[in-house]
């Protein structure tokens, strides 16, 4: 494995850590949708090769950290429409990292540094 994608997958990982912190600590629906999305396309723009395996390291992290904190509440266990909700939180970052990918090929690449003689 190339140490870029290693980098990458730690990043996603991190990412998808600090997301999932944000979901079970009160922060809406809407939030935590939002940093899957930027930090999708950020990784999509990122490492554009392969973008399904960022789009499922980064956010496979919100539905396991929900479904966890369900199962292990004391009010009893929950039902199985509780327990697959959050799996659609899988879908703001899958296409995060494929506007991320397409952004990086619409933008030029940048300049070349010039040689020094």
């Known amino acids: 494995m190339r140490t870029a994608t290693l980098w990458l997958t730690a990043l996603s990982i991190v ?6 912190y944000a979901a079970l600590h009160g ?7 939002v940093l899957l999305f930027m930090f999708g396309g950020l990784l999509g723009y990122i490492g554009p ?3 399904w395996r960022w789009a499922l390291v980064l956010g496979i992290w919100v539905p396991i950290a929900e479904i966890v ?16 909700q959050p799996l659609i939180a899988l879908v703001p970052p899958f296409l995060g990292v494929y506007a ?3 952004f990086r090929r619409w933008l030029p690449p ?8």
């Open 15 to 20: 990412l998808g850590f600090i997301t999932a």
């Open 100 to 102: 991320g990918m397409i």
């Open 110 to 117: 940048p300049p070349l540094p010039p040689e020094e003689e």
């Open 27 to 33: 922060a809406g629906d809407v939030l935590v949708y």
């Open 49 to 51: 090769q392969s973008p």
């Open 69 to 84: 904190s369900r199962m292990s509440a004391p009010l009893g266990s929950p039902s199985a429409t509780q327990l697959l």
